[in-house]
């Protein structure tokens, strides 16, 4: 079974520069979340979908990240402009919806990014 | 608010050593509890999990249980292996379907 698909595995951007990552959610997994592990921490949630609507993006810094499922499948996370706290792995993971408990929680591998 | 606290790492073990990681949580309602690995450049593999308290949850010689009296979710393996070197994080997920990682504890095992 295909898992949760990420890219690109790395990124080194300067800071202010812009950078988007791609997560490829399970197939029929409804609900997507992005996180943000930064180095010696666990990861933190930053949004959440269910299908193409947002459910929580309360921990999303929105003056610079945004984030969008268009068509309830893949989404984009993008950073703009980046600052060196942005420094981090992101993580996507994707579940069946609420009402079955989350069943399915995968995470993919992450994409590392690191800002000079 | 929600929150899991676990013991800081670094961990080192001979192999065959027993392994302790201690975890403790706060949180309102009823969540469920899970241990979480990441192998080196890896994304975070599913260990273990227990829904509701007194529940214990077990995988390749890992186990927790859910002691709602204590809040706690300690990691457990009688007998360790150098693979099993890796990261491990507590977490807990609320009735809103939201995860609180712990900040991780590092295990290194030695042959």
């Known amino acids: 079974e295909a898992g949760v698909a990420q890219s690109p595995r790395y990124k080194i951007i300067e800071k202010r520069q812009s950078v988007a990552f791609w997560c490829n959610p399970i197939?029929?997994?409804?609900?997507l979340y992005w996180y943000q592990q930064i180095l010696g921490q666990g990861p933190k949630l930053l949004i959440q979908f269910q299908n193409n609507g947002v459910v929580d993006d309360s921990q999303l810094p929105k003056d610079r990240f945004s984030a969008e499922r268009l068509k309830g499948v893949d989404s984009t996370l993008k950073i703009q402009p980046a600052k060196l706290e942005d420094s981090a792995v992101y993580l996507c993971a994707s579940s069946f919806p609420d009402g079955l408990k989350g069943y399915g929680y995968t995470f993919g591998s992450g994409t590392r990014l690191t800002v000079v | 608010g929600n929150s899991v606290t676990q013991m800081e790492g670094p961990v080192t073990l001979s192999e065959e050593a027993f392994l302790t990681i201690n975890c403790t949580y706060t949180?309102?309602?009823?969540?469920?509890l899970f241990w979480y690995v990441q192998y080196p450049g890896e994304g975070l593999q599913l260990l273990l999990k227990?829904?509701?308290?007194?529940d214990k949850g077990s995988n390749k010689g890992f186990e927790a249980t859910y002691r709602k009296e204590t809040t706690s979710f300690h990691l457990e393996k009688g007998s360790v292996q150098v693979s099993d070197s890796a990261v491990y994080f507590c977490a807990l997920r609320d009735n809103f379907n939201k995860f609180y990682f712990g900040s991780g504890t590092k295990l290194n095992v030695k042959p």
């Open positions: 197939s029929g997994h409804a609900t």
């Open positions: 949180a309102t309602g009823y969540p469920s």
């Open positions: 227990a829904t509701k308290a007194d």
